[in-house]
């Protein structure tokens, strides 16, 4: 069953903790991202990785580092540098290594501090 | 900083009527995508329509370009309650090809 995955669906984070969220994809995909949703906003960027071991800041990046090991991983780390880190993240891939493709979107993780 | 806004904010209809919104950019895309969310899910893509194309259709779902106006439409024909969703364009052109999103059309279909 192909998808992008997330997890944990709903994540609690005291102040001063850092915390992963996960995204699998077996996909195949190529291009993976990172945005930020707020209540009744639109998608912001944070990051994105065109192909393993290379990823760019978007337009949010402070608070937020990420990895790309594996083609089917892109794990986001929120730390403790991130002031206002409540929200919904989503994770997404696209076939190619450039914005303009279709990006297939995980379910997304509620983060909320404490 | 190009941007899809979509009008209106909400749009309330009966099952059956026909919705329509409208999304608008700042400059030159090389596409443009509308994308579905159901409350507190991930987006699901809808259409994409490129620069060259003027209308483009789906099922129910009709979408329009225009490059001049740089605005776009979405069409859902004979809508259903399970069309209720908030609606989503992303653009995506100029030299970064980043792909932006608006704040979304949150569409609410009564049964």
């Known amino acids: 069953d192909g998808g992008i995955t997330q997890s944990p669906k709903y994540l609690f984070r005291k102040e001063g903790q850092n915390v992963t969220l996960s995204c699998e994809q077996n996909l195949n995909h190529d291009a993976m991202y990172w945005y930020r949703q707020d209540p009744g906003q639109g998608l912001r960027l944070i990051y994105y990785s065109q192909i393993v071991n290379d990823f760019q800041k978007g337009d949010i990046a402070e608070g937020y580092s990420v990895s790309r090991e594996k083609k089917e991983s892109f794990p986001l780390t929120v730390t403790s540098a991130q002031k206002n880190p409540t929200a919904f993240y989503l994770c997404?891939?696209?076939?190619?290594?450039?914005?303009?493709?279709?990006?297939?979107f995980g379910p997304g993780t509620r983060l909320t501090v404490l | 900083s190009q941007q899809g806004e979509e009008d209106p904010q909400a749009l309330s209809i009966q099952e059956g009527e026909n919705a329509t919104m409208n999304c608008s950019y700042k400059t030159s895309i090389n596409n443009l995508q509308w994308y579905r969310q159901n409350s507190g899910r991930g987006l699901v893509h809808l259409i994409l329509i490129r620069s060259n194309e003027r209308e483009k259709h789906s099922g129910r779902l009709r979408v329009t370009l225009d490059t001049s106006k740089k605005s776009s439409s979405l069409l859902i024909t004979a809508s259903r309650a399970a069309d209720t969703a908030s609606y989503f364009c992303?653009?995506?052109?100029?030299?970064?090809?980043?792909?932006?999103f608006g704040k979304g059309t949150l569409l609410t279909v009564n049964p």
């Open positions: 992303g653009d995506s052109g100029g030299s970064n090809y980043k792909l932006t």
């Open positions: 997404a891939s696209g076939k190619g290594q450039v914005f303009t493709d279709t990006q297939y």
